[in-house]
T-cell receptor, first 108, second 113 residues
Framework: GQQLNQSPQSMFIQEGEDVSMNCTSSSIFNTWLWYKQDPGEGPVLLIALYKAGELTSNGRLTAQFGITRKDSFLNISASIPSDVGIYFCAGRLVQFYFGTGTSLTVIP | DGGITQSPKYLFRKEGQNVTLSCEQNLNHDAMYWYRQDPGQGLRLIYYSQIVNDFQKGDIAEGYSVSREKKESFPLTVTSAQKNPTAFYLC????????????FGPGTRLTVL
């Protein structure tokens, strides 16, 4: 299946710092989604992107659908301890394909 | 309360036994999916169903079987033919097959001893 390259693999940041992560693919996608997963739980949808170039915000989260349709990034501003978790990107062509996740640790 | 439920949360089985994981949704969604999650890997699609009494193989269907007799239920059976069944299994649903948003259940962690 398709592989989505997500980076970085892990991040350790101080509370209050901004975070940036991205996802790239060798294929073009029609949709990009970003999810957050807590340990032992199912992923929760954060942001959905449907158009190339689209920039969407959800509170302190901002995500963009790359112009080439092969990438997307997620930014988290002013991180707080509850931002801890694993963040996944997902791209859809016919079915969804998922990135390997970025593990975020926020140090109070 | 609308959502997707998976049971049990943790499941232990002996090698060689079949085991069935439950997935139920009360969102009135047409499409349902099963994914497998392993450490350090993205979610991989096992099976999906676009409508009752219909289902399609995903990327890693070997050793698994499903049924979709009711709209709200999509159970997954992990058979003894699955070579490495220990994993975290996630069920998801979407309003329709073409809808671009999937919602996930809480997952079932299966450990085969």
């Amino acid at each position: 299946g398709q592989q989505l390259n997500q980076s970085p693999q892990s991040m350790f940041i101080q509370e209050g710092e901004d975070v940036s992560m991205n996802c790239t693919s060798s294929s073009i996608f029609n949709t990009w989604l970003w999810y957050k997963q807590d340990p032992g739980e199912g992923p929760v949808l954060l942001i959905a992107l449907y158009k190339a170039g689209e920039l969407t915000s959800n509170g302190r989260l901002t995500a963009q659908f790359g112009i080439t349709r092969k990438d997307s990034f997620l930014n988290i501003s002013a991180s707080i301890p509850s931002d801890v978790g694993i963040y996944f990107c997902a791209g859809r062509l016919v079915q969804f394909y998922f990135g390997t996740g970025t593990s975020l640790t926020v140090i109070p | 309360d609308g959502g997707i439920t998976q049971s049990p949360k943790y499941l232990f089985r002996k090698e060689g036994q079949n085991v069935t994981l439950s997935c139920e949704q009360n969102l009135n969604h047409d499409a349902m999916y099963w994914y497998r999650q392993d450490p350090g890997q993205g979610l991989r699609l096992i099976y999906y169903s676009q409508i009752v009494n219909d289902f399609q193989k995903g990327d890693i269907a070997e050793g698994y079987s499903v049924s979709r007799e009711k709209k709200e239920s999509f159970p997954l059976t992990v058979t003894s033919a699955q070579k490495n069944p220990t994993a975290f299994y996630l069920c998801a649903s979407s309003i329709s097959p073409g809808t671009d948003t999937q919602y996930f259940g809480p997952g079932t962690r299966l450990t085969v001893l």
